[in-house]
């Protein structure tokens, strides 16, 4: 339906990084339909990236872990107290794209601030938490 300015949007939530797609416009109008242009649209690969961790600060058990890897395989994330000192670690199996981790595993970590590192093929990212 298109809205107040004219515009029409259109969100496809099924497509898949490096993949490419097409799409065409219908439009119906007084009982016939009338197809206009094609658009062809290559979706980027996803990038190796660890998202800013959700909520932050945390209470509680309710750390989330949003990261991107390009390409499938084995990824780590791993969370270090202050002192450098590694407190938790999970070893994933994970496809390429994004994906978000429940990562406290129903635990609550102690009050102070944290590193998260995502590892994957020799890459690392770091982003850091408080926790209260």
């Given at each position: 339906?298109?809205?107040?300015?004219?515009?029409?949007?259109?969100?496809d939530e099924d497509v898949l990084p490096g993949?490419?797609?097409g799409y065409r416009l219908a439009v119906?109008?007084?009982?016939?339909?009338?197809?206009?242009?094609?658009?062809?649209?290559?979706?980027p690969a996803a990038a190796f990236a660890l998202f800013p961790?959700?909520?932050?600060?945390?209470?509680?058990r309710d750390l989330s872990v949003s990261f991107s890897v390009?390409?499938?395989g084995r990824a780590t994330i791993e969370m270090f107290?202050?002192?450098?000192r590694r407190v938790a670690s999970r070893e994933l199996s994970a496809a390429a794209g994004r994906h978000t981790e429940q990562?406290?595993?129903?635990?609550?970590?102690?009050?102070g601030v944290y590193m998260v590192r995502l590892t994957q093929a020799g890459r690392s990212a770091t982003r850091r938490?408080?926790?209260l």
């Amino acid at each position: 339906m298109p809205q107040a300015d004219g515009l029409v949007e259109f969100v496809d939530e099924d497509v898949l990084p490096g993949e490419r797609y097409g799409y065409r416009l219908a439009v119906a109008s007084q009982g016939s339909e009338r197809t206009l242009g094609e658009t062809w649209l290559t979706i980027p690969a996803a990038a190796f990236a660890l998202f800013p961790v959700q909520p932050n600060p945390v209470s509680g058990r309710d750390l989330s872990v949003s990261f991107s890897v390009p390409t499938p395989g084995r990824a780590t994330i791993e969370m270090f107290d202050v002192s450098g000192r590694r407190v938790a670690s999970r070893e994933l199996s994970a496809a390429a794209g994004r994906h978000t981790e429940q990562f406290a595993e129903g635990r609550a970590l102690p009050s102070g601030v944290y590193m998260v590192r995502l590892t994957q093929a020799g890459r690392s990212a770091t982003r850091r938490v408080c926790v209260l």
